[in-house]
């Protein structure tokens, strides 16, 4: 089999941040049960009107930023 073999590198293929979130609608449109929730961590920059994904058959129900600090790094 050929993904058993030590140097196998699955292809790698271009995937826009924006195209993952349209198949993720999407896919969630068609097989989330009644009252479902899709819930999933988006990536945004401060300052920018990126905006929610949506979709007409989905509804949105919290959207709750968490602004991340300054990462401190100890050195011993």
Do not use: K
């Not at 292809?11 to 479902?36: K, Q, W």
Request: charged share 15%; with cysteine.
């Amino acid at each position: 089999m050929i993904l058993s073999q030590p140097d196998f590198i699955y292809p790698t293929v271009i995937y826009e941040l924006s195209d993952v979130l349209n198949d993720l609608m999407c896919f969630s449109a068609e097989h989330l049960r009644p009252e479902g929730r899709l819930v999933f961590w988006l990536p945004t920059i401060r300052g920018t009107d990126n905006g929610v994904p949506h979709h007409p058959h989905l509804r949105l129900i919290a959207n709750s930023e968490q602004p991340f600090g300054q990462c401190n790094i100890l050195y011993p």
